[in-house]
């Protein structure tokens, strides 16, 4: 067939001009969408890198062609069933900190395929993958270290030495995340079902430099703990007044006696701010009347104290059972009335102490720090009269706490602390299990208080 005629009518060539002008405008537009491309947003870049790199992983875990992988993928498939429960404790203690359950089927990116440059396809742990979640998603909490400084000191016109820092100071953890993800591939490998990894301890200091202490840092040497949570307005908000405004940051020179109503002040009265609460009268009556709930603070207090080891100097507890005392501690409150009833303890350790409060929802705490005198203090109780120690007497209406200290003298100095109340709930002794706790400095086995 002989080629058509390369010469083209009028027509024609209008024709051909148009199409070219078509082309040219299409050429023109996939420019214009090119470099439209090249400009996009940020968010939008990030958002196709984020896809392009969780398709990559996605075929991490598909086998690769041309490969033998079915001993592999049923590797795999065997792999997605495990479980793991790993436990993170203080190093020191053996305190569990935090829980991760791990289940292999709700995170099946991290089970991928291995090609050994010679050998058998394989199924394994991507401790890559672990790492990853552990620094993105934070599967656990842990507390973080944090330390303040003194700014300033005075003495307030009840004689009681306060300052001012930077903060509140808190003792944490810090945690060596590849060698734990290293720890969580190889215990989800060889198919165990627990793991208990001990993080490490960073105590938070109070730094005393530049102030007119200036007796370098001090250090937490104990904490007290209890839980108002049930308390009514008006008692909780006293608590709160109480822990903040006037416990905290309270100084107590070395060889000074701390009273808590002198840092509370003789005028606990509705215009000083104190609301109305239930307070116990004449060891029975529950009567309304201004700080109502003081005693929450003033127990909280009495605890850090008892755990720090120092001497106890003044310490009562109610004649009513009060349930907001039985956590973290039952049979330890100190009652104290202005003028009435006080809680004091004696500060012998060659320091000056400095006492942080706060609380955290309907949670109270107290912090004692200071300088470490090398005493160790142990604590073991509750004991109900169904469990005392031998030798000794618990009636049943009263809870027995003993106390063990060394490093003071040359022989453990061994302290029963008993606590009568009118009557106490039946089911108590079930509900409180006897424990011993090591709540200051290291453990002294052969000194343990008595079972």
Known sequence: MPFPSTTHSPTHRSLRLLVLSMLLAAVGTFHIASTGANTLSGDLQQKRQAASTDL?????????????YSRAIDERTEMLTRSLVVTLQDQRTSEPLAVWQIDLSTSPLWVVYDVPKTGQPTAVVSEKRILQDVRNKRPFTLTTSQSCDLLSDWVDTFGVQRAQTSC????????????????VRAALEQGKEELVYPVTFVPGVIRTAGSSLAVGDLKRLSSGHSDFKGSGAGRKSNVRKALTQHVNNVIVPAGAVY???????????????????????????????????????????????????????KQKNHSLYVVYYEKHGVGQDATVFPGKQDFQFLNDTGAPLL????????????????????????????????????????????????????????????????????????SLPKKAPLTTQVTRGEAQPLHAAAE
């Open 355 to 426: 006492i942080q409060s706060y609380h955290e929802g309907d949670e109270a705490f107290v912090h004692v720090y200071g300088k470490d005198d090398g005493r160790s203090v142990t604590v073991t109780g509750p004991y109900f009269t169904s469990n005392a120690p031998a030798g000794t007497k618990v009636r049943k209406n009263e809870i027995l706490w003993q106390r063990t200290i060394d490093g003071v003298s040359t022989e453990p100095v061994v302290e029963q602390f008993v606590a009568r109340y009118n009557a106490l709930p039946v």
């Open 168 to 183: 509140i100071a808190e003792d944490g953890y810090t945690i060596d995340e590849l060698h734990f993800a290293q720890s």
């Open 56 to 68: 990559r992983e996605k075929r991490s875990t598909m086998p690769a062609e041309g490969s033998d």
């Open 259 to 313: 009273s808590f109503n002198d840092t509370i002040g003789p005028a606990v009265t509705t215009g000083n701010g104190w609301q109305m609460a239930y307070t116990i009268f004449n060891g029975a009556d529950l009567i309304m009347a201004p700080g109502g709930g003081i005693c929450q603070a003033s127990t909280t207090m009495y605890r850090a104290a008892f755990r720090a080891g120092l001497p106890i100097v």
